[in-house]
């Protein structure tokens, strides 16, 4: 049995806003265990960062706390004070954000940022921080690290600064590192690189990740475990080659043909509309007024969790034995036929 | 290969030739030139979706900024529907530079030819070559030994601060163990739940006494009210204190029994101490042990000997100096000593008439380039260029800053049309309402603001701008690139549909493979200003050929895991990948309609392997 690190249980959160009570998330369940990569998916607005951002307490003042339980290392982090918070947030879990640029310094060398985590959180001397913080840029693949510890930020690119990113959350042997869109803001050829590094630090040390993004590709490329969010809530999960080779929710069949792969034809199947505004969550299946699938429930009730099997769940009325028996998208099944053969050249 | 056969035959819409932008800054030392497009050439055939691919930097986004005149290009001309649209010039200065520096070349080979005596010359020139680059590497030699000389002085201050450094790093650490296990055994003394209760109490006197202070102050209550409210007040906080201590009595008590005492604490101090200079005194003899094994070079001998080698060196080079001024004394002397051209028996008449054709030549030459640069500023100026580069039409990347906030969905349509000019405002609205409907927008919107409109609809706004000139050519810059997953189908198939329903041309500039692959007929990938591969987009995708392509193809994440889990990248580094240093790469054509950008080595070897993998695959010539 895997070893539970983290626990999301019916989490909900509203923002305050001028026009009205803004529903970010309403009611996210999901767990995450020892040395394992969830992936949370979503479009812009879906309540993605919002999750990650609860989980480390680091919220906008507008925000209300509705319901839900954070559980990590017997504490509830819904709960705990900014104090206890602030033992854990960059020790024990920690984050890497979208922009390297604005995430670290820029009028600082890189190597005082670093060594900042250390001895601000273990209070280590200053000559032992230099010498761990060498160690650190050197196992994110940053050369020459005797040289570069003295450099600015701008003095890099874009990759490189994501390297130091990654070497700050790192520092302090965090147990959970949640990555927002971290490749978001780079080239493919960087992209591919900096996923690697990711993936090859999950091994070594056993780290749990949570990686936020909208990008499929990238998905497919780091999860062991997918969460599918829309207007809030999560709408399907499972492993990953569940959801890209069996997905359930017409939702995750709409992504996954709305981007063009090498088995798509020379029609996109586009998702029409725009998601909810979410200071106003519609009544029934949030996706109903999008869904090509929609029946007549969704728009009156919101589905409940139906399981396909152990580890994959979805929240479709489509499921229900009831339901009536709906043909796949055509290219959710190009996707399954042609399962590992999709790549560019020969 | 039939099909590029076709596109032969179709009408050339942009023809860009040889167009380079290259950005300055700075002055003197400090001037630096970005060549951020450096010699691209291609055509874009009508109704045609032309890709151009390539990562941040390569110069995409320079490339369709120039064409469409948002930058002055350096060099190469653009041509719209075969008129001239767009030229830089500055090319062309270069050029006539060139043709001075020939003609002068030119005129120096007459006046050698009535001297005669060039070959003297020429061997004495060999000569102080020679003698220059002689003293050049005695230099660098002296350089060498004199670090050599130095080197058992510079390893042993290495050696000592290395290990002065190790010392300082371990005394460090000690200090720190020891700290963090005085904390603890201080921590031991201290009455946990006494600290507590003394906390609870003075938060609630700091409480007890702010209330009474507002109390005390206001002025909108009644002097005896007041007096009645401090009494309860002061009741209800001594309940409190009462139920503290009742609380917390019994609990310090019983904790009092589990703590150490102080001089137990203090005589665990005490050993820590001890321990923690015993440690540190080992470390000190330690560092002054190996000090002392580190053999001290005998410092004033060997700067004796640095000495004397450096003026045994100056000696040399004074030496090496003296044979070149002596050089070129000599070749003074020749020069002066050129004996006159009648005793040569040259007709110095014929070198006049040499001479003058020469600079004939120069001048018309010169007035040649100079007329192309008046006709290319004429041409950048020039109203029917301006007509011509109305058919041409730009769609920007990001949808928020590129429309007006402060106008109306209409007044931004409408626009072009304005500045135009020709229109009653009825006629613009009418328009303006046509467009908006054939972009999926209704009619209405024409009176909102940008700002009410969610990001699809605005790049849906975008395009209806750049449509509303009726242009047969569009630049689409990354148009998609800023907008979210699910909104990003609708705009792809927006702008096919449009495409086939206006019959429209369109440069797609993208980052993006996978949905250039979708939507592009043709695909050219830029690399560092330049196109490094060119062909069709599905001969493209199945059979890369540069390097570069293939690297960048190989990254590109798939939604399938099976094949990322197993994914293989191939890496592309061109200083290890090409070797440019005798043959300069050229953009060539390897099979009919694919170009890649290679010099003839590698064109050759490409070509064998693209034979031997696509035999027996079909019919290619």
């Known amino acids: 049995m895997k070893q539970k690190v983290l626990e999301v249980k019916d989490l909900a959160i509203s923002f305050k806003t001028q026009y009205g009570i803004l529903h970010a998330i309403r009611g996210v369940s999901f767990d995450l265990y020892k040395g394992e990569t969830l992936a949370i998916v979503g479009e812009s607005g879906s309540g993605k960062s919002v999750s990650a951002k609860t989980i480390l307490g680091l919220l906008a003042g507008n925000s209300i706390y509705e319901s839900g339980e954070i559980n990590f290392d017997g504490l509830d982090l819904t709960q705990v004070d900014e104090e206890a918070m602030h033992s854990i947030r960059g020790s024990k879990i920690s984050m890497i954000f979208q922009d390297p640029m604005s995430s670290l310094n820029p009028i600082q060398p890189v190597g005082k940022q670093i060594a900042e985590a250390l001895i601000n959180k273990q209070g280590m001397p200053k000559a ?38 990654i070497a700050i959350a790192l520092a302090n042997n965090a147990e959970i590192l949640i990555c927002d869109e971290p490749t978001t803001a780079l080239d493919v050829t960087i992209q591919g690189k900096i996923l690697e590094l990711i ?148 | 290969m039939e099909n590029n056969h076709v596109i032969d035959n179709r009408k050339v819409v942009l023809e860009v030739d040889n167009l380079k932008k290259h950005f300055t800054s700075g002055t003197g030392k400090n001037k630096l030139i970005v060549p951020a497009v450096d010699g691209v050439s291609f055509n874009v055939y009508e109704r045609e979706v032309f890709g151009v691919v390539g990562e941040s930097g390569c110069g995409k986004t320079t490339t369709g900024r120039t064409v469409m005149k948002l930058y002055s290009a350096t060099e190469g001309t653009v041509k719209l529907n075969g008129d001239i649209i767009s030229a830089g010039y500055k090319g062309i200065e270069r050029q006539i530079e060139e043709v001075k520096k020939e003609a002068k070349k030119r005129l120096i080979e007459v006046d050698k030819h009535a001297e005669g005596v060039h ?5 004495l020139k060999y000569n102080l070559i ?40 371990e005394v460090a650490k000690i200090e720190h163990r020891y700290n963090l296990a005085v904390e603890k055994v201080k921590s031991t003394t201290i009455n946990a739940v006494e600290e507590e209760y003394k906390q609870e109490v003075s938060r609630n006197k700091l409480g007890f006494s702010r209330k009474t202070d507002g109390l005390k102050s206001s002025a909108a209550l009644e002097k005896d009210v007041i007096e009645q409210r401090l009494k309860d007040l002061k009741a209800h906080y001594d309940e409190i204190f009462r139920e503290l201590e009742e609380k917390y009595k019994p609990l310090i008590a019983e904790a009092e029994g589990k703590i150490s005492s102080k001089s137990t604490a203090n005589h665990e101090i005490k050993a820590l101490t001890a321990e923690k200079k015993n440690q540190i005194a080992a470390e000190k003899k330690l560092y002054k042990d190996s000090l002392a094994k580190l053999k001290k070079p005998n410092a004033t001998a060997i700067k004796k000997t640095i000495s004397d080698e450096k003026s045994k060196q100056k000696e040399e080079i004074n030496k090496s100096k003296n044979s070149i001024a002596e050089l070129k004394k000599k070749a003074k002397e020749a020069v002066s000593k050129v004996p006159s051209n009648n005793d040569l028996g040259v007709d110095l008449a014929e070198l006049e008439i040499q001479k003058k054709e020469i600079s004939n030549w120069q001048k018309e030459e010169i007035n040649k380039l100079r007329n192309k640069i008046t006709e290319y500023k004429e041409v950048n100026k020039s109203q029917a260029a301006l007509e011509t580069s109305r058919k041409m039409q730009m769609i920007f990347q990001d949808p928020i ?32 309402a046509e ?41 689409a810059d990354e148009p998609i690139s800023a ?68 690297s960048l193809l190989s990254a590109v994440p798939q939604p399938d895991p099976d094949y990322e889990k197993n994914r293989i990248k191939i890496d592309y580094n061109p200083a290890t990948a090409h070797d440019y240093r005798h043959d300069m790469p050229v953009l060539r054509e390897i099979v009919p309609g694919h170009s890649i950008f290679v010099n003839n080595a590698e064109f050759e070897q490409i070509k064998k392997e693209y034979f031997e993998t696509t035999e027996g695959l079909g019919d290619v010539q």
């Open chain 1, 128 to 165: 032992m921080a230099k010498e761990r913080v060498i160690e650190l840029l050197t196992r994110v693949g940053i050369s020459e690290p005797e040289k570069r510890f003295n450099q600015y930020p701008h003095q890099f690119s874009g990759g490189m600064r994501q390297r130091i990113v």
């Open chain 1, 199 to 346: 993936n090859e630090l999950k091994l070594q040390r056993e780290l749990s990740i949570i990686f936020i993004t909208h990008d499929l590709g990238v998905v497919a490329n780091v999860a062991d475990r997918v969460a599918v969010m829309y207007a809030g809530k999560i709408v399907e999960y499972g492993n990953t080659e569940e959801i890209f080779y069996d997905p359930k929710h017409p939702y995750t069949w709409a992504l996954l043909s709305s981007m063009p792969n090498l088995a798509t034809s020379k029609h996109l199947d586009a998702i029409s509309g725009t998601p909810p505004n979410m200071i106003f969550p519609p009544k029934g299946d949030a996706f109903a007024p999008r869904n090509k699938y929609a029946m007549k429930i969704d728009f009156e009730e919101q589905p409940p969790m139906f399981k396909v099997t152990d580890t994959h769940y979805a929240a479709t009325w489509l499921l229900h034995p009831d339901a009536p028996k709906v043909q796949l998208p055509e290219a959710t099944i190009r996707l399954r036929e042609n399962r590992g053969k999709l790549h560019y050249g020969k």
């Open chain 2, 119 to 123: 070959t003297i010359n020429e061997e």
């Open chain 2, 130 to 169: 020679d003698a220059e680059y002689q003293l050049k590497q005695l230099k660098a030699e002296h350089k060498e030994k004199l670090k050599e000389l130095r080197k058992p002085l510079d390893d042993y201050r290495n050696e000592s601060y290395r290990i002065k450094n190790s010392y300082e790093l």
């Open chain 2, 401 to 432: 800053s590129s429309l007006n906030p402060r106008h109306t969905v209409e007044e931004i349509i409408g626009e072009g049309l304005v500045i135009k000019g020709g229109y009653t405002k009825d006629q613009i609205k009418d328009k303006v």
């Open chain 2, 435 to 475: 467009m908006l409907e054939k972009v999926g927008l209704q009619s209405s919107y024409a009176t909102r603001y940008p700002h009410e409109f969610s990001g699809g609809q605005r790049q849906r706004i975008g395009i209806a701008r750049a449509l509303i000139m009726d242009p047969d050519f569009v630049i």
């Open chain 2, 483 to 550: 907008l979210d997953v699910s909104i990003r189908a609708q705009v792809i198939n927006l702008l096919h549909n449009l495409k086939d329903e206006l019959g429209l041309t369109i440069m797609f500039i993208a980052h993006d493979l996978s949905v250039v692959r979708f939507f592009c007929d043709r695909i050219a990938v830029m690399y560092y200003g330049r196109i490094v591969e060119m062909a069709d987009s599905e001969e493209l995708f199945n059979n890369p050929m540069h390097p570069y392509t293939k």
